[in-house]
């Protein structure tokens, strides 16, 4: 047990917030002085003896030197890499200076570079699509293995997204970006040259398609995440957004140009295109350089990082909200997609007037993108949501009772404007409401909800088709989208505002006397408060908060314990499964969570620190030597 040096409440200004009290903000999450105050003591030490040997200085310059290190800290903690690259140099970074439209961002080199080669692979990739299905119709009849190229695509991302955001928060991104393009360049060479030598069947078609799918998955999370490394915070959004009007650009082309490419030349050369597109997104991913922050502590095992992405996740009512927003629109949204061909059979068209309904869809998409910062900023999130379930519900019931395929077309702009608007805004809220720490699985939550809601409605509307017919399909469809912008009273998607996500000031690793190692555990953590009789209520609801944060970061058997003889005497008690897993527990408490921190601290008697103690604990009596004392320390 090492009992918190840390009695006195801190004067220095550490604060995150002007409301917050100098208790809260002097501390980290379980009430450790953080390294800024302790340096703010060091230095009102040195300033102590200079002033005993008659040196004229302020008594309040230690307050001011640690309260412009923490905000330095701070400052540095919420830029991304690049931005604070230019910032030490004495620059600006130019989105930030001028332009605030999307394509503003077009003005930073590593976000335009990454862009334009997206825009090549993800051409690439379509053009891959268009050809594979061609292929399928080729070697076989059966209309259930060409519906399975769909699914060996989409099916990897419900999968193995989570582990791959485990892997992205773990790891660097930039080198799981770059292995899992390469691992997909790779499969598309090789079902290229199978291709050509004529020795392709539908298995073998449907498994590189499924291992392409898989390069997707692991490439999606980490790409995503990637976005707040490029670029400042408040443009998260812009970048989201102009990253949809990229990809809805090259959807609205790539069809046609695959098509066009297989009908000319075959699917050999349009796997082969695809192939050359993943070079110059290597190239790019290769020349960018980002600074990530070294780790101070051991990696996570991927389990256990799954595990915290989960319970991240789950303790988080905002984040539950937009998983299960975006899982209800996939499931409504899709039915366009799945239905549109039939659409355009059953118009008397074929393969063209397919394509020019798509291209109607792409448009509005891109037109969506283009609009979607100004709509955001006069707009509440939920009002943003709502309209586009409403406008997608309005857009299947009217392909679904037209008479005129042009009535169809113009049915397709608002809906493809709805799909953008959505997907973009449940994107950069999910960034927005997640530290960085966590941020790659949380985005994978999301696109595991939305995807798994796409393929239930892939086989949802085609089945109810088959049966009542397409009109009824989108009809009923419709309804459900209706009532999708109805779960918004229940499950709404609230505006991120002005939240704090960078971390704290690093806490202080109290001095133990016991030898542990970094696996040595379970440790028993204990916070003492003495609460007036009549501050119980607001303790209680502080506490509430307090125990969600502590889950929500990783803390097992949380407990809130009350003094039968004492009743004022409260102690909260949560347990780590080994040391690391405590200092890092500490390592992920936010700017934000000090707010609580600050109520429980007023409402402690005499608005001090809890006495914090932390204890290994053990189920049955350990031997004398299992816990030996470190050499250097001395018996009191």
């Known amino acids: 047990m090492a009992e918190d040096k840390a009695a006195k409440k801190p004067e220095s200004g550490g604060k995150a917030r002007p409301e917050t009290p100098p208790s809260a903000a002097g501390r980290s999450n379980d009430g450790s002085l953080p390294n800024s105050v302790r340096q703010a003591q060091e230095t009102a030490v040195h300033i102590a003896s200079a002033v005993g040997q008659g040196a004229d200085i302020s008594p309040l310059s230690a307050n001011t030197m640690a309260a412009q290190q923490a905000a330095a800290r701070q400052k540095a903690a919420e830029e991304p890499p690049a ?7 004495g620059k600006t970074p130019p989105a930030a200076a001028g332009d605030k439209s999307i394509f503003g961002l077009l003005q930073l080199k590593d976000f335009r570079n990454l862009w334009f080669t997206t825009l090549i692979s993800n051409l690439g990739g379509l053009v891959q699509g268009v050809a594979a299905g061609w292929l399928m119709t080729l070697i076989t009849s059966s209309q259930s293995l060409v519906g399975l190229v769909q699914g060996a695509t989409t099916l990897p991302v419900v999968i193995f997204s989570l582990w791959a955001g485990a892997l992205a928060d773990n790891f660097n991104r930039r080198l799981i970006l770059i292995l899992s393009l390469i691992a997909m ?9 199978l291709t050509y030598m004529g020795w392709v069947t539908p298995a073998i078609l449907l498994f590189f398609t499924f291992l392409i799918g898989c390069g997707n998955a692991v490439y999606n999370p980490p790409w995503q995440a990637t976005v707040g490394d490029i670029v400042p915070r408040d443009q998260i959004p812009a970048a989201v957004s102009l990253n949809s009007v990229g990809y809805n650009l090259m959807r609205s082309m790539g069809p046609a140009i695959g098509g066009a490419i297989v009908a000319l030349w075959g699917g050999v050369t349009a796997f082969v295109l695809n192939v050359f597109s993943y070079i110059p997104l290597i190239g790019a991913l290769y020349a960018w350089r980002p600074q990530y922050t070294r780790p101070t502590l051991p990696r996570e095992r991927l389990v256990g990082a799954m595990s915290d992405g989960l319970r991240y996740v789950m303790m988080s009512p905002n984040l539950l909200n937009i998983m299960f927003r975006s899982f209800l629109f996939g499931l409504g949204a899709i039915s366009l997609f799945a239905l549109l061909p039939v659409v355009a059979r059953e118009a008397g068209g074929g393969a063209f007037l397919y394509g020019i309904l798509l291209g109607c869809f792409g448009i509005g998409a891109i037109i969506g993108g283009t609009c979607n910062i100004k709509i955001r900023a006069q707009l509440s999130s939920e009002r943003i949501i709502m309209l586009s379930f409403l406008g997608y519900a309005a857009a299947c019931l009217t392909v679904a009772f037209s008479p005129y395929i042009w009535l169809s077309c113009l049915a397709l702009f608002p809906a493809g404007m709805c799909w953008v608007l959505a997907l973009a805004l449940f994107n950069a809220n999910v960034q927005l409401s997640t530290p960085r720490w966590v941020v790659s699985r949380a985005l994978a939550f999301y696109q595991t909800a939305s995807y798994a809601g796409m393929a239930a409605g892939s086989w949802l509307w085609g089945a109810l088709g088959d049966s009542y017919g397409t ?22 998607i609230y505006d991120i505002g002005t939240i704090n996500l960078s971390p704290t000031d690093p806490m202080r690793e109290p001095e133990l006397r016991l030898d542990l190692q970094a696996r040595s555990g379970p440790i028993l953590i204990t916070l003492e408060y003495h609460i007036a009789q009549k501050n119980t209520a607001d303790f209680l609801q502080a506490m509430t908060e307090r125990r969600r944060i502590r889950l929500r970061d990783g803390a097992r058997q949380w407990t809130l314990l009350r003094d039968l003889e004492k009743p004022e005497r409260w102690v909260e008690t949560y347990h780590m499964p080994t040391w690391v897993d405590y200092l890092r527990h500490n390592q992920r408490s936010t700017q934000d969570d000090l707010q609580v921190i600050a109520v429980l601290d007023k409402l402690n008697e005499g608005s001090a620190p809890p006495q914090v103690c932390r204890m290994i604990e053990r189920q049955t009596v350990p031997l004398a030597n299992e816990l030996p004392l470190k050499p250097s320390a001395k018996l009191f």
């Open 471 to 492: 009109g009824a399909s989108l009809c009923i469809c419709g309804i459900c989208l209706c009532l999708g912008a109805a779960a918004g009273l229940k499950f709404r």
């Open 185 to 193: 360049m790779s499969a598309s060479l090789v079902l290229a040259i």
């Open 83 to 89: 931005a604070a690259a230019l910032a030490g140099k």
